[in-house]
């Protein structure tokens, strides 16, 4: 993901220009890998659900057990400062994140009274409206609470992620369709999902497995008040092989229609065209 062009750092109460060092090979999150982070988007002069995304780093913190320092409005506005070296014309990936400095007389837990924060902005092009994946289906899945921090958007649960993802690309996929503990399907490896089936909107309920997003979450509030049913449910893979048409929903693209799951083929349908269309409209509203 990272371009190394057009980066800047909130790093200890300053904005600087580039990607700047931030971590110590000592500091607790280097090595044991207590950081976690969010991810928004500024484009076309808006940053939509940006306190959301704030608020949402604080408590990934609380989950992996490190302390958050920064208030979800005070982030808000370092962020908003920061975006002001940018034009309207620019599409930025807004990052902001926590790691662990110090640990426990065992090393493992994080000291509570040493957190690292930055918040990395950089400049990364929206994918164009024409964009689309192709899925395949994964031996990897999603863990569970009892397994991994996947209440936290935590970096150390993105190895499995990419395990998926190297998977799907040797089969000749963009992207995989993965299982949650019980093989019903989760998400995709980089994003929530969406199917449609006869007019109707169908995801996956939130069941403790994945990261239910920000924008799946927008996504389900502009479409229900346009008028579709969307159900959170046990869907099955059956079920988006049924589908008339299937979408992603990240923070990163927005939406991103699916063409293909291994042999079933879609079209790019009304729905993820409308879906983008609702949200486009909406975020013009918080600019």
């Known amino acids: 993901m990272a371009t ?23 500091d607790h999150g ?3 890998g207590s950081g976690v982070f969010d991810g928004a988007r500024y484009f076309d002069g808006m940053a939509p659900d940006l306190e959301a995304h704030c608020a949402r780093v604080n408590r990934s913190a609380q989950a992996l057990m490190v302390t958050p320092t920064v208030s979800t409005e005070d982030m808000v506005e370092i962020v908003r400062e920061g975006l002001k070296a940018y034009g309207k014309d620019k599409a930025v990936y807004i990052r902001p994140m926590y790691w662990g400095i110090d640990g426990d007389i065992t090393a493992i837990v994080p000291n509570a009274d040493t957190t690292g924060f930055a918040i990395c902005l950089e400049e990364i092009p929206m994918a164009p409206a024409t ?17 991994a921090v996947v209440n936290a958007k935590a970096g150390c649960l993105y190895p499995n992620n990419a395990r998926m993802l190297q998977e799907a690309r040797s089969k000749g996929f963009s ?7 019980m093989g019903n399907v989760a998400e995709t490896a ?13 995801t996956p309920i939130a069941n403790g497995t994945f990261l239910a997003g920000i924008t799946r979450a927008r996504h389900m509030k502009n479409l229900r008040a346009d008028g579709y049913n969307v159900h959170e449910t046990v869907l099955t893979f059956a079920d988006f092989h049924a589908a008339d048409e299937v979408f992603m929903s990240g923070n990163m693209s927005k939406v ?6 291994d042999d079933t083929q879609y079209q790019v349908g009304p729905v993820a065209r409308r879906a983008r269309e609702l949200y486009w409209d909406w975020a013009k509203t918080t600019a």
């Open 131 to 147: 964009a689309s994946a192709t899925l395949t289906t994964t031996r990897f899945r999603r863990p569970v609470l009892e397994d």
């Open 190 to 202: 980089t994003a929530n999902i969406f199917m449609v089936k006869d007019g109707e909107v169908f």
């Open 256 to 261: 991103t229609p699916v063409t293909a799951l």
């Open 4 to 26: 190394g062009k057009n980066i800047r750092t909130y790093f200890e109460g300053s904005w600087h220009d580039g990607d700047v060092p931030i971590m110590r090979a000592a």
């Open 30 to 32: 280097a090595w044991l």
């Open 175 to 181: 992207n995989a369709l993965v299982a949650d503990a």
